[in-house]
């Protein structure tokens, strides 16, 4: 007689990780297919599947490996699996983003005309924690320091709070080497959402997770935007931010006011189709 056969169930840690792969997986095909300005019927008639599929797939929903292989593949991307150990994690490439692009090309564009040293995409790595900083501008003589990460949209919160922390606490170590400073005197971290009616639900969703996360009013980045850095601090704000926004218009507002203000656009694909048409 053969031996019976125990069904194991997974332990919370691995049923973690199976979702975080799910969720990666959705946001990855998610932003490739808005990159391109497809549909989820367009992305499902070249993968030949069907549009609900690929609804299920961006939602981080459980779908058979040959549908995460024909959607793939569709989006021109190679999926890999990997063994990482976190503690050797290595900072790797981020695929095409314009919107995200366009909204560190608005703020280095406005904060050039003040003078002041800056870095996109700014790579760190501090012990264990690597990755990169959307944007920084910094002030050697007034030892002052801006940092903005700038967020199309809130998929995962937890994720979202646990980097933006991090680079909180030790970014700002491993530029104050870099530059050459034994420390900063004031510190201003920004979080800077889009300004898109998915944005604003996500924010009315979860505004006193996003109030604890960011309990300062914007006050140091109008310092910033203004040519007058923070003169002392550590701060934690956010703010949504439009990168279309001409002179006429006010270009980012604050949480609180984000809570009760009117989107400026739909979503990121509406944004990236704006983009396109203007390039």
Request: overall charge positive; charged content about 25%; hydrophobic content about 45%.
């Amino acid at each position: 007689m053969s031996p019976k056969r125990l069904a194991v169930p997974p332990s919370p840690a691995a049923e973690a990780a199976v979702a975080r792969l799910r969720s990666e997986f959705g946001r990855l095909i998610r932003d490739a297919r808005l990159a391109r300005l497809w549909s989820t019927a367009d992305l499902g008639a070249r993968a030949g599947v069907s549009r609900w599929a690929i609804y299920l797939a961006e939602r981080g929903d459980a779908v058979s490996l040959e549908v995460m292989a024909r959607v793939a593949t569709a989006l021109g991307l190679r999926m890999e699996v990997d063994l990482v150990d976190p503690r050797r994690r290595q900072l790797t490439g981020r695929p095409s983003d314009p919107v995200h692009s366009a909204m560190g090309e608005h703020e280095a564009a406005h904060l050039r005309r003040h003078g002041r040293a800056m870095g996109l995409d700014e790579p760190y790595q501090h012990y264990q924690f690597a990755g990169r900083a959307d944007f920084l501008a910094w002030d050697v003589e007034a030892r002052a320091l801006l940092r903005i990460e700038n967020r199309t949209r809130f998929p995962d919160f937890q994720e979202m709070a646990g980097s933006f922390n991090a680079k909180r606490a030790y970014l700002s170590r491993v530029l104050a080497d870099r530059v050459g400073v034994n420390s900063w005197r004031s510190e201003t971290h920004v979080i800077a959402a889009l300004w898109s009616a998915e944005v604003l639900h996500s924010l009315r969703l979860r505004s006193e997770s996003f109030r604890a996360l960011c309990p300062e009013e914007p006050l140091g980045l109008e310092s910033w935007w203004n040519g007058q850095p923070v003169v002392a601090g550590k701060r934690s704000e956010l703010v949504v931010i439009d990168p279309l926004a001409t002179a006429r218009h006010r270009p980012w507002i604050g949480l609180e006011e984000s809570l009760t203000a009117r989107p400026r656009h739909r979503g990121y694909a509406d944004v990236a189709r704006l983009l396109a048409r203007a390039a």
